[in-house]
Each structure stands twice: as C-alpha cells, then as structure tokens.
Nanobody, 119 residues
Framework: QVQLVESGGGLVQAGGSLRLSCAASGSIISLNAMGWYRQVPGRQRELVATITSGGNTLYAGAVKGRFTISMDNAKNTVYLQMNSLKPEDTAVYCC?????????????WGQGTQVTVSS
C-alpha cells in the first residue's frame, strides 16, 4: 500500500503565497508521477498540476504562471508553490500519486488539505 501525507494548507489573504507538500510512503517500487487536484463542494475535482518522475509538468490554465510544482524523487515528495493566490483558489487540495507496489501502477490519494484565500 501507499500512503500520502499532505501538509501546508491554511488561510491566506489574496495575493499571498502558500507551499503544499505531499510525501508518499509504503511499499513503493516505482513512482511514475505525482500531482495536485482540488475540489470545491458541489463541483467536480479538477486538476491543478502534475509532474512525472522525469520532470515533465502539466498545469491547469487557471494556475499557470502562479503555481509551480516540483518533485524530490529521493524523498518521494511533491511540492506545490502557490503564489498570487486568489479567492477562487479556495478549495481542498488533494495529492495524487501514480505508483507501483508490484506489477502494475495504481492511483493513490491523500486526505486533502484545506486552502482558504480571503479577499
């Protein structure tokens, strides 16, 4: 099994910054990619940013230029630096990992961390 532990959420004023971290642990043989998704009550979960173990990144249009995703392969940890935060960034941010503990890759999810941006 793979466990994901997130940290770094909180309350910040518009224009401020936050840094989220997510550490993967467990019987990981290979970690293919990690990423961040966010969800607001009543709306579908949406992709924020992903990064592969090779360093390829993908960002949602709404965060491009403001958020930066990075990954420490040695620590199986992904980070999300969020700058110029807006009230519409308020959501529960969930960490995702595509990892293998044996013969196949599976999706794993963290519990989520609340990010609240006040206007």
């Amino acid at each position: 099994q793979v466990q994901l532990v997130e940290s770094g959420g909180g309350l910040v004023q518009a224009g401020g910054s936050l840094r989220l971290s997510c550490a993967a642990s467990g019987s990981i043989i290979s970690l293919n990619a990690m990423g961040w998704y966010r969800q607001v009550p009543g709306r579908q979960r949406e992709l924020v940013a992903t990064i592969t173990s090779g360093g390829n990144t993908l960002y949602a249009g709404a965060v491009k230029g403001r958020f930066t995703i990075s990954m420490d392969n040695a620590k199986n940890t992904v980070y999300l630096q969020m700058n110029s935060l807006k009230p519409e960034d308020t959501a529960v941010y969930c960490c995702n990992a595509v990892a293998s503990t044996g013969w196949e890759f599976n999706d794993y999810w963290g519990q989520g961390t609340q990010v609240t941006v006040s206007s």
